[in-house]
């Protein structure tokens, strides 16, 4: 019921293309969606984030699609970049709630962008 | 000094050393967090701490003890360490603990021996 179960593990795409990386989370209590990018030598840092009563959100070249009722949100990378070579994390939590705000962690997408 | 910061960045100890990690928020936070981060798993939430007040225990072992002196500090002690203890531990830090968004540290590469 805690798990956020992510996918592909690694991923390689050319340069300009799309990456997507997928999510999937059981418990229909989360209420916050974030994406966290890691680069080597670095801590996650949060890249987008969505709740549950859009489907959509978009910053920049970074897509997040979030399908309610399959329960799944995934990350689209537009005209991707060597920079956004990383790995990235999706999570989930009770955001703003009486809890500690715990987010539960997906396994990490290795994502290389190829020249 | 912005964000969080960690220190040291690397550690190598042996089983019965004793060390402890520190972190540092620069950002007003009322509550910081420390993670485990071991290759191909999902970052581990250890232990949250709320205004200096212990909220979470994430059913970490006693070789770990954490210490929050203050909003902006957290120490995380370590003692009789073993080999699968290595890994990469992540500070974290929010505006307060039911906040989704929170701000890591570089990280403290351990290596235990």
């Known amino acids: ?115 | 000094e912005t964000g969080v910061t960690q220190t040291p960045r690397h550690l190598v100890m042996g089983m019965t050393n004793k060390k402890s990690l520190k972190c540092e928020q620069h950002l007003g936070h009322n509550a910081m967090y420390w993670y485990k981060q071991s290759a191909k798993k999902p970052l581990e939430l250890m232990f949250v701490y709320s205004l200096e007040e212990r909220v979470e225990n994430n059913s970490v072992p006693s070789r770990f003890s954490p210490e929050c002196p203050n909003s902006s500090h957290l120490f995380l002690h370590l003692h009789t360490l073993q080999p699968e203890d290595s890994a990469l531990y992540l500070c974290a830090s929010s505006q307060d603990p039911g906040s989704g968004t929170q701000y890591f540290g570089p990280g403290t590469r351990l290596t235990v021996l």
């Open chain 1, 1 to 115: 019921q805690q798990q956020v179960k992510q996918s592909p593990q690694s991923l390689i795409v050319q340069k300009g293309g799309i990456s997507i990386i997928n999510c999937a989370y059981e418990n229909t209590a989360f209420d916050y969606f974030p994406w966290y990018q890691q680069f080597p030598g670095k801590g996650p840092a949060l890249l987008i984030a969505i709740r549950p009563d859009v489907s959509e959100k978009k910053e920049g070249r970074f897509t997040i699609s979030f399908n309610k009722s399959a329960k799944q949100f995934s990350l689209h990378i537009m005209d991707s970049q060597p920079g956004d070579s990383a790995t990235y994390f999706c999570a989930a939590s009770l955001h703003g709630s009486s809890n500690t705000g715990k987010l539960i962690f997906g396994q990490g997408t290795t994502l290389q962008v190829k020249p």
